[in-house]
C-alpha cells in the first residue's frame, strides 16, 4: 500500500503564481495539491470541503490579506502553513509577522528563471510543505514589547579580558524550520558581552537581513546579515546571507567569516554542515555548536565532527522543536554532548564559553 500524500492547499490571487506552484508540488510523488484558491474567501469553502494538511499562503492578497487569514486560521483551527512570498525586502517585516502569528516556514516564489533556479526553488518549496507536514504548531503566544536599547553600552565597548587571550571562543548555531522563533528566544536571553556568534538559519534572499535586523531591535547583543570578511566579536551574532554558504575562518587570533556561492549542500544554501565543518577546522576546542529545530539532517555531520575536534554541542530536545529533524540526527550520529529544552540553551551557550 503506497503511503499517505500530503494534502495541499495553494492560496494565491495569481492564476500564474498557482499554476506554478501546483505543478512545481506535483512533481513530488509525496505531495498532492487538493485545490487552489484566489484569495482567503474561497480559501475558507475549500477547508470546509476538506482540511488540507498543509495551505501554502500569499501575504498580498486583495479582499483579505493574508496575515489577517492567517490569524484566523490559527485561532480558529490550527493547519501548518508555509508563506510563499515574493522575493521584496519591504514585504519581509509582514512576513516575520506571519512566522510569529504561527507560519511554520518561509519560501520565495518560484521565478521563471534559469533551470537552476527553478530547480532550487522546487527543492527548497517541496522540503517546506514536507517540514509544515510534521510541524507541532505554537499556540499564539503575547507579543514581545520591543524596548530600546539606549544605554551607555551603546558608546562605550563592555570590559572583557578577551583582547590579552587568543582562546576567544565563539559559537556557531544552525536553525531551520521553526528557527526563527527559536533563534528570537535564544538570543534575546544573552547579555550584551555574550562570546561571538555565526548563525546559519534557512530562509530565502533578502528575507535573513531583515530577519537580523528585526533582532537587532530585540536583543541586547548586535546582530547583522554577515557581510565578507566580518569579524567575529563579543557582542554581536552574524546571519547567513540567505543563497550563500557561510564559513568561519581564522587568521592569528581574529575570527572572521567568508561568504562563498557553491551548490546545494544537504538541500540548503546557506547550509548548517559548512558552517560547523569549519568551525570544526577552524576553531577546533573554542567552538560551541548549538543545533535547534528544523526538518532533515543539515548540520549532523558537522556537528559530529566539532565534536571530534573538542568543541562542545548541544542540541535543542524534542519537546520543544517544531521539527525534531535536525537535532536528531546530530543525536543519532552521536555527535551532541548535550541536550536540552530551548529555554536552557542560552544559560548552556554561556558556560560553556567561560
Do not use: W
Not at 474561497?42 to 501554502?56: C, H
Not at 549542500?265 to 546557506?270: D, L, M, Q, Y
Not at 535536525?326 to 543525536?331: G, N, Q, R, T
Amino acid at each position: 500500500m503506497s503511503a499517505k500524500k500530503i494534502r495541499v492547499l495553494i492560496v494565491d490571487d495569481s492564476a500564474v503564481v498557482r499554476q506554478t506552484l501546483c505543478k512545481v508540488l506535483q512533481s513530488d510523488p509525496e505531495i498532492e495539491v487538493i485545490a487552489t484558491a484566489s484569495d482567503p474567501f474561497v480559501a475558507a469553502e475549500r477547508i470546509a470541503e476538506e482540511i488540507p494538511d498543509v495551505i501554502t499562503l500569499d501575504i498580498e492578497m486583495p479582499r483579505m490579506d493574508g496575515l489577517t487569514f492567517l490569524k484566523k486560521i490559527m485561532t480558529q483551527h490550527p493547519i501548518p502553513v508555509v508563506v510563499c512570498s515574493s522575493l521584496a525586502e519591504e514585504g519581509a517585516q509582514s512576513t516575520f509577522r506571519a512566522l510569529e502569528y504561527g507560519a511554520v516556514e518561509i519560501v520565495t516564489k518560484p521565478r521563471l528563471g534559469t533551470k537552476q533556479f527553478l530547480e532550487d526553488s522546487r527543492v527548497s518549496l517541496c522540503e517546506a510543505v514536507k517540514a509544515a507536514a510534521g510541524a507541532r504548531l505554537r499556540i499564539l503566544g503575547p507579543s514581545h514589547v520591543v524596548e530600546p536599547k539606549l544605554t551607555a553600552d551603546a558608546i562605550l565597548s563592555p570590559a572583557t579580558h578577551a583582547m590579552a587571550e587568543t582562546t576567544e571562543k565563539v559559537v556557531v548555531i544552525g536553525a531551520s524550520t521553526g528557527g526563527t522563533e527559536a533563534l528570537k528566544t535564544l538570543l534575546e536571553s544573552l547579555p550584551a558581552d555574550a562570546p561571538g556568534i555565526v548563525i546559519v538559519q534557512h530562509m530565502p534572499e533578502l528575507f535573513t537581513r531583515a530577519f537580523a535586523n528585526r533582532l537587532d531591535g530585540l536583543c541586547n547583543i548586535t546582530v547583522k546579515e554577515a557581510a565578507a570578511n566580518d569579524t567575529v566579536i563579543r557582542g554581536r551574532a552574524l546571519i547567513a546571507p540567505g543563497n550563500h554558504h557561510l564559513l568561519l575562518k581564522r587568521s592569528g587570533a581574529r575570527y572572521y567569516v567568508e561568504i562563498k556561492d557553491g551548490p546545494l549542500v544537504c538541500r540548503h544554501r546557506p547550509s548548517v554542515d559548512v558552517l560547523f565543518r569549519s568551525a570544526a577546522r577552524y576553531a577546533g576546542r573554542n567552538a560551541v555548536g548549538a543545533i535547534l529545530t528544523g526538518m532533515g539532517d543539515d548540520g549532523a555531520r558537522g556537528m559530529l565532527e566539532m565534536k571530534q575536534a573538542g568543541a562542545v554541542t548541544i542540541a535543542q530536545d524534542e519537546a520543544t522543536c517544531v521539527v525534531f529533524g535536525m537535532p536528531k540526527e546530530a543525536i543519532k550520529l552521536n555527535g551532541v554532548d548535550k541536550i536540552l529544552p530551548l529555554h536552557l540553551i542560552a544559560g548552556a551557550v554561556l558556560n560553556c564559553a567561560k
